[in-house]
């Protein structure tokens, strides 16, 4: 079972503190999460906002610091990059955390953010951008030391008909 602490700006660390838990507390896990490969993975208790995509096809579930992220509509990789992105994490989880003595942010909040998309070509040329311009990973609340952030809202500018997406 992973935790908060398992999640590393784009990757999952199977290595780190992993907690294991019985065969019958896995089924029960299981069906609360059900996590297939491309659902994205989000930090909302503690460390907020550090975000990974599901690559793996090993089994494991999740504890609740980790909200899991089902994208329809939209591309797994743009969700993870916008979700990254200083001006989310900055604006919408910083300001929507809750709590005094660790920090979190609760589903139903997470559930209303409206995310702007536009159609899935496009989600790509704007994610391979990212890749292509081997952009460093931003830090576990989206401030990067790259122009991954100045690219993105480039390009959000230049998208005509995007629409909003709510996760």
Do not use: W
């Not at 065969?23 to 503690?46: A, C, F, H, M, S």
């Not at 910083?94 to 003595?101: L, M």
């Not at 081997?134 to 830090?139: D, K, M, V, Y």
Request: proline residues 4%.
């Amino acid at each position: 079972m992973l935790s908060a602490r398992n999640i590393e700006n784009y990757a999952i660390n199977f290595d780190k503190d992993v907690r294991y838990i019985n065969k019958e507390d896995y089924i029960r896990e299981k069906q609360r999460t059900n996590i297939e490969k491309g659902d994205v993975l989000l930090t909302i208790v503690g460390t907020i906002g550090r975000v990974s995509i599901v690559e793996q096809t090993q089994k494991f579930t999740i504890q609740r610091s980790v909200a899991l992220l089902k994208p329809i509509l939209i591309s797994s990789r743009y969700l993870m990059y916008y979700l990254s992105s200083s001006p989310f994490s900055n604006k919408i989880l910083i300001d929507n955390s809750k709590g005094s003595a660790q920090k979190g942010i609760y589903l139903s909040t997470l559930k209303s953010i409206n995310i702007p998309i536009t159609n899935l070509k496009e989600q790509n040329v704007i994610t391979q951008g990212y890749n292509s311009h081997s952009l460093c990973p931003p830090t576990s609340l989206g401030h990067s030391s790259s122009p991954m952030i100045d690219i993105s809202r480039s390009i959000y500018h230049q998208i005509n008909g995007s629409s909003l997406f709510s996760l």
